[in-house]
């Protein structure tokens, strides 16, 4: 199995698109097939097609997992290391899900190697709530309503952060967050619950601070 270096590949920048990761939407999965079976036999063009299939996804789980200044290098780690690897897969899950817990786990082992923190999610949030053709006092209240959520996302434990950034913002099923993640589908419900309801209660606890403070 040859040994993959993205000599000369154009990863970043990236434009954030807040897609899922459905690779049907772009190829079709008799394609895609062929494709991860010609990488692995070591054709170049194929695994550059692959990449270009999931490197922005990628990178956009990189920038909400860990420092954004460390996003680059990092998704750069998770493609190289997808690419070292697809000799293993053996589609005994699909191959997005696949990537994505090669991803995570690179995202996870950067973390442990750093101190603790913030990774702002404010921009994804703002692509969603921001109407730039809007009325300037419902953009007022959208943009401090992404602030109060964003707050709140990241105040949470990491294990319940990174469900949710999985199922919430990069749309993955039960499932695929549990294959991702290593953990039995019961459990990431779990997880899910109990950062919800930290999420109501921060929430809650903002808008009573906001209303005493009027």
């Known amino acids: 199995m040859p040994t993959w270096e993205l000599k000369g590949y154009d990863l970043l920048p990236i434009p954030f698109v807040d897609l899922p990761l459905v690779p049907s939407l772009m190829i079709h999965q008799r394609d895609e097939h062929k494709l991860i079976r010609q990488a692995q036999r070591g054709r170049q063009e194929a695994l550059e097609e692959l990449l270009d299939i999931y490197e922005s996804k990628v990178y956009n789980l990189a920038r909400r997992m860990v420092d954004p200044r460390d996003a680059e290098d990092v998704a750069q780690e998770a493609l190289i290391e997808v690419c070292n690897s697809i000799g293993s897969f053996a589609g005994r899950s699909g191959f997005s899900t696949w990537v994505y817990r090669v991803a995570v786990n690179v ?45 709140a996302i ?57 209303e005493a403070e009027i």
């Not at 923190?117 to 006092?137: F, K, M, N, Q, Y």
């Not at 953990?183 to 606890?205: D, I, N, Q, W, Y």
């Open 107 to 151: 995202c996870l082992q950067h973390r442990r190697k750093r101190a603790p923190e913030v990774t702002p999610i404010e921009d994804d949030l703002s692509e969603r709530c921001i109407d730039p053709d809007g009325d300037p006092a419902a953009v007022a209240v959208r943009n401090a309503l992404k602030s109060e959520v964003d707050c």
């Open 154 to 210: 990241q105040a949470l434990p990491e294990i319940h952060r990174d469900v949710v950034v999985l199922h919430e913002l990069q749309g993955l099923t039960y499932a695929e967050c549990a294959q991702v993640l290593g953990c039995p589908v019961g459990t990431v419900k779990s997880r899910l619950s109990h950062a919800f309801g930290k999420l109501r209660e921060l929430l809650k606890e903002h808008a009573s601070e906001s």
